[in-house]
Structure formats: C-alpha cells, structure tokens
C-alpha cells in the first residue's frame, strides 16, 4: 500500500449511470490522498455529470463520436502528464489502449465470465469470483490496495446553485410550489425489455399521486418524449383531478436531478436516471426485469426498494438490455403488478 499518490487519472467513458456510481471512488479517494490531483476522462455529452464534483481537478472530455485519430492524440497527452496512477473503470479497447505503458494502473473486474455463466446457462458462480458487489463498490476494489475504502456516503451528484434556482423557478411557474414533494417517475431505459408497462405506470403514479395529494413528475430524455406524452394521457384519463407534468426531452442530466429534488419518492426503470435518483438521495422503487442484483446496479446508498420477479427460470437474459424479450412472453415485466409496486411505494413514503 502507498502512502501517498500525487497525481491520478480516472477512465469511464460513459454512460449516465456508471458516471454517477463513479462518485463514491472519487469522493473516497479524495479523503484518502488529500493533496492528489485527480483528473476524471470522459465523453463530452456527460461531462457535466463530473463538471461539478469538488474532489476532481480537471474533467478531460473525449468526443461523442470520436476518431481513432482523436484517441491516438488523446493517448499522447495521457503519458505527457505522468500519472502516477490511471484507474481503469471502463475496461474496454479504448480505456485499455490509454492506460498501457503508465507508471502504474488499476482496472475494474467486472466478473465477466461469472456474468456470462449467469446470463447463458443460468449459473450463479458470482460466490467464487470475488462476490457481487455493487458496481459502485467494484469501482472500490481497483483502488484498495491504496487503503481507500467506503465511507458510507453513498453516491453523489454536484448540481450548482443557478442550475436548482432556474428548476426551482420553472417548477413554479407551472405550479409546483417548494413546499410540494412530487411523485417522480422514470418510465423510459435505453433498452426496451427493461421497461415496466406503460398503462402500469400510469396507473401506479396516479394511485400514489391520489393518496399523497401529490403531482406527478415525469422524467426522460428527447427520444422517450413520446412515451411520457402516452403516460402523462393514461394518468390524466385515470384521475383528472391529478396534476401530470412531462418533463421529458426539456431538462438536462443536472436539471433532471435538481427537479428530482421535488420528488418524494421516484417509480423507476433499471436505467441512468434511476442513479441520478440515488445521488440525489431519494427514495426509490425501481423495476428489474431481465436484469438482476448480481450485475451490480440496484440502487446504491439511499432507501430503496427492487420489485424484481424471483422465480423465472430465464432470468437474466441480457446483462445489460435488448431490443423485446428473446422468448416472446415478457413475463419478466408483464407479470410485475401494480398493487405490488403500489405497496412497494407507499411502504417507503410511510415511513415518513
């Protein structure tokens, strides 16, 4: 173990979530090596996610759509910088070509091939490859050795002040005081079999906007607008007294979290946002389907609860997401009921 490290580089191109569960290493390495300079590389359309975050020096941003040209030139900056140490939490070609030749680097183990043994032949060896820990905490473990450990903090996402004001004002003006806790609802992920039913959502969130007395606020990005407009129909014609605000496509990833601010409680996907919602410690109900805990992404850090479907033999298909169920039938998403997300919900903004 060092003493000390002077100067560091942290690789994770994207995407939404895995930036966010990036936090906790950051903010720990932080109070582990006072004085270190910490330089945080990512792709520009997420940069802000890290922009923010007192515990980084620099953010070094790669085109969205960069060029091998543009990686090679990239490259050439990263050993003129003499790091002392790249932590490698990406672990792709490009993350790996970066870090080869520095002074010292660490990767992340993503327990590929336990993962692979889940998702093909439904075996479970995660015990034997070092466990299942979440993906924040695997982050952890590339920096160990260092004696950086979890302080317990959770996740955490910086949103400056003009940012909360201008939200905090557009919520307003549309009728959504400050004393107000909204019901927040992230109906959308990127990958469309890990994505509860749209009348389900609908449903639910104005079952819990009736019983809080609560407006519901609805959270994507430009591409899922068209779902929310149907989701924000559905709960309207199920009760019209409730207020449904879309706020899809018209927020950025730190507007969304200054909105969820608002939120009492956020009814989500296995999706970026749903991180964004840890971070910004709200509670949480989300909704696994082909996915499952030994990935790594339940809610890290906040109270939280998973309605998940324990007994389906085909359960995990995909780490990660797909197109629509590979066996036709969806029961990983269509056989999770309302009144048991509803209970899940009400559970946790009763404790309060």
């Known amino acids: 173990m060092l003493d000390s490290l002077n100067k560091t580089l942290i690789i994770r191109f994207s995407s939404v979530g895995d930036i966010v569960l990036s936090s906790l290493l950051v903010r720990t390495l932080r109070h582990r090596f006072p004085q270190i300079h910490i330089d945080f590389l990512l792709k520009s359309e997420?940069?802000?996610?890290?922009?923010?975050?007192?515990?980084?020096?620099?953010?070094?941003?790669?085109?969205?759509?960069?060029?091998?040209?543009?990686?090679?030139?990239?490259?050439?900056?990263?050993?003129?910088?003499?790091?002392?140490?790249?932590?490698?939490?990406?672990?792709?070609?490009?993350?790996?070509?970066?870090?080869?030749?520095?002074?010292?680097?660490?990767?992340?183990?993503?327990?590929?091939?336990?993962?692979?043994?889940?998702?093909?032949?439904?075996?479970?060896v995660y015990a034997s490859s070092g466990g299942a820990p979440g993906v924040a905490e695997?982050?952890?473990?590339?920096?160990?050795?260092?004696?950086?450990?979890?302080?317990?903090?959770?996740?955490?996402?910086?949103?400056?002040?003009?940012?909360?004001?201008?939200?905090?004002?557009?919520?307003?003006?549309?009728?959504?005081?400050?004393?107000?806790?909204?019901?927040?609802?992230?109906?959308?992920?990127?990958h469309a079999n890990k994505m509860w039913l749209k009348e389900r959502f609908a449903g639910t969130a104005a079952a819990l906007a009736r019983r809080y007395e609560a407006p519901v606020l609805?959270?994507?990005?430009?591409?899922?607008?068209?779902?929310?407009?149907?989701?924000?129909?559905?709960?309207?014609?199920?009760?019209?007294?409730?207020?449904?605000?879309?706020?899809?496509?018209?927020?950025?990833?730190?507007?969304?979290?200054?909105?969820?601010?608002?939120?009492?409680?956020?009814?989500?996907?296995?999706?970026g946002l749903m991180h964004i919602a840890a971070a910004r410690k709200r509670k949480i109900v989300a909704l696994f389907g082909p996915t499952v805990r030994q990935f790594g992404f339940f809610p890290f850090g906040t109270d939280s609860t998973v309605v998940e479907h324990p007994d389906l033999p085909c359960r995990p298909c995909t780490h990660i997401g797909l197109p629509d169920c590979p066996r036709g039938h969806f029961r990983c998403m269509k056989e999770l009921e309302s009144r048991t997300v509803l209970h899940a919900a009400t559970d946790l903004l009763d404790r309060q």
């Open 138 to 190: 695997r982050y952890l473990e590339t920096v160990k050795p260092f004696g950086v450990r979890d302080d317990g903090g959770g996740l955490e996402l910086l949103v400056p002040g003009d940012v909360r004001e201008r939200v905090g004002s557009m919520l307003q003006a549309r009728g959504i005081r400050p004393e107000i806790r909204a019901i927040g609802v992230c109906p959308s992920a990127r």
């Open 46 to 124: 997420y940069a802000d996610l890290v922009r923010y975050n007192p515990h980084v020096n620099r953010v070094i941003e790669f085109p969205s759509r960069g060029s091998l040209d543009d990686l090679m030139r990239l490259r050439r900056a990263i050993r003129s910088e003499r790091y002392d140490l790249i932590v490698d939490i990406h672990d792709s070609l490009r993350s790996r070509l970066l870090a080869f030749g520095a002074r010292r680097s660490v990767r992340i183990d993503k327990r590929k091939v336990a993962r692979w043994m889940l998702v093909n032949f439904k075996r479970d």
């Open 218 to 271: 609805l959270f994507g990005s430009a591409q899922e607008t068209s779902r929310c407009v149907e989701i924000a129909a559905m709960a309207e014609a199920e009760s019209p007294a409730v207020r449904v605000l879309n706020l899809a496509g018209s927020l950025s990833l730190l507007e969304t979290a200054a909105a969820m601010d608002h939120c009492a409680l956020v009814l989500t996907n296995d999706s």
